[in-house]
């Protein structure tokens, strides 16, 4: 609950916001309401927030209701699980709080706790029996969540024990754990669900493949993970034309000569060499002078890309770059 100072909150909740024992326990006594809202907030609500097991234990002695809800739909045992509070999740457990309980977003105790990376809060919610194939409004699971954040301590945990479709299930934008992971470049993580039976090359709603966005984001090592993977299972769609384009458009867009240098060595298909003129065009209107390096020995128009260069990345770049290959082309024309 961000600028608390300036919401105008009860002496209480700035008391039990600090941790402030003494001063909590001396304003019950003059009759504070312990389950009063004010500014969108309740004492137990920031208590569970700032992690304060003591001031916790004198609120709930007092009569505080773990069953409110904040303006979020948040209660109490979400709002300590999604800041890692390991102690106040079990005093909570301790009280019979819900844990089946979603937020607006459709999220659980368990989902906040395993999204944020926070494995003993995780370990507990699910040991006291919070639902693990929960889906939060945008589809996700709780193993996808953590995977887009790179929390491979989670990842694993939820491997061991969820069922084979928290591994390959899929958000409402068609996104799988690998794709995310491969996305956000988490290599652990990717390396951890593809040792698990998950689809390296699943694409998503919008056709574009795992490979692709890593590739798009400059992660190379996580474009040879998926490239060996795909090399190690016999899978060969990864070099049909379709995603060896996408590999090589995304490699030349996301301006990495590695993922570059990779993608072609994949084993690109001869109609995507077909593009590599206007893959060369790409990469002189994005600026990436080391990619269009790469591309030039490759490009049938060297004379026309070079023509068109000038003034995009410069005049003296381009000259340095095909020095020695645009003669060459001059003299096979001669």
């Not at 600028?3 to 003059?30: D, F, I, W, Y």
């Not at 591994?167 to 652990?188: C, E, K, M, N, Y």
């Not at 990717?190 to 998950?198: D, P």
Request: proline share 3%; hydrophobic share 45%.
């Amino acid at each position: 609950y961000p600028n608390l100072e300036k919401r105008g909150v009860t002496p209480l909740v700035s008391a039990a916001a600090s941790g402030h024992l003494v001063v909590v326990k001396e304003l019950l006594k003059m009759g504070a309401v312990v389950n009063k809202v004010v500014s969108g907030v309740t004492p137990l609500w920031v208590t569970a927030q700032g992690g304060h097991v003591k001031v916790l234990m004198e609120l709930l002695r007092q009569g505080a209701d773990v069953t409110m809800r904040d303006p979020d739909g948040r209660n109490a045992i979400m709002i300590a699980a999604e800041g890692g509070h390991h102690l106040v999740v079990k005093l909570l457990l301790g009280q019979n709080a819900d844990i089946r309980l979603v937020d607006y977003r459709g999220r659980t105790a368990a989902f906040m706790a395993a999204e944020r990376g926070h494995m003993e809060v995780l370990q507990d919610l699910l040991r006291a029996g919070s639902p693990m194939n929960t889906r939060d409004v945008d589809g996700r699971s709780m193993m996808l969540a953590a995977a887009e954040e790179g929390h491979v301590q989670v990842v694993e945990h939820l491997i061991r024990h969820a069922n084979k479709q928290l591994i390959t299930g899929v958000d409402g934008l068609g996104r799988s754990p690998v794709f995310v992971a491969a996305q956000g470049g988490h290599f652990a993580v990717l390396e951890a669900l593809l040792e698990n039976g998950a689809d390296g090359g699943r694409c998503d709603l919008a056709m574009r493949y795992p490979v692709a966005a890593a590739a798009a984001f400059g992660h190379d090592e996580i474009v040879k993970l998926l490239l060996d993977h795909a090399r190690e299972k016999n899978d060969y769609r990864m070099y049909q034309d379709d995603r060896s384009m996408q590999l090589l458009v995304s490699s030349v867009q996301g301006g990495n000569p590695l993922c570059l240098k990779l993608s072609m060595e994949a084993g690109v298909r001869p109609t995507a060499r077909k593009m590599l003129d206007s893959m060369a065009t790409l990469a002189v209107v994005m600026g990436h002078s080391s990619v269009l390096q790469m591309l030039l020995p490759f490009a049938k128009h060297r004379l026309s890309i070079v023509e068109q260069s000038i003034g995009d990345i410069g005049a003296e770049t381009i000259c340095e770059l095909v020095t020695g290959q645009v003669g060459a082309a001059v003299e096979g024309e001669d």
